[in-house]
């Protein structure tokens, strides 16, 4: 089913995300109490919006640094060659990565832009020269370490 647009979600419908998007574990008694709505039009509203599509679905925000991959770097990649099928395959061999936690492909002078998450700069030099640079089509790689994060929805939200 395609999602409504943007316009067609009413006031409750906002409120019901808002909150969700701070606490995907909230009860739906305590949801109902914050959007002023019963419960069980409250559970309606959440199938609804699921079955839409705008609720993509529920999960737990890892702390990474408590998981011993504190090391982050953003990673330009240009490719050799950008017909379908050459985007098909970097695409599926990206998406079997575990260390690239983000993957966008890029308008701009370089294809790709690969967020990679590692454990220290050791094992990033590892991951970049063993695992991106055998991705199929790659041409080029430029590797920017993040040195903080100064805004992170996710880390925020948890």
């Given at each position: ?32 109490r914050r ?11 959440i ?7 705008v609720?993509l ?19 330009e990649v ?17 998406r ?63």
């Amino acid at each position: 089913m395609k999602p409504p647009p943007e316009s067609e979600l009413d006031q409750i419908d906002r409120r019901i995300l808002e909150e969700l998007s701070k606490n995907g574990r909230i009860s739906v008694a305590e949801l109902s109490r914050r959007v002023h709505l019963s419960k069980t039009p409250c559970q309606a509203r959440i199938r609804n919006l699921e079955k839409q599509g705008v609720i993509l679905g529920y999960r737990a925000v890892l702390n990474p640094d408590r998981l011993g991959l504190p090391h982050v770097a953003f990673v330009e990649v240009r490719l050799t060659d950008t017909r379908k099928a050459a985007l098909a395959a970097f695409n599926a061999a990206v998406r079997q990565m575990p260390e690239v936690e983000q993957a966008h492909m890029i308008a701009s002078s370089f294809d790709y832009l690969l967020k990679v998450r590692t454990r220290d700069i050791a094992a990033y030099r590892e991951v970049l020269g063993e695992k991106i640079s055998a991705l199929p089509y790659v041409a080029h790689t430029s590797t920017h370490v993040s040195m903080e994060a100064v805004k992170d929805d996710a880390a925020e939200r948890a």
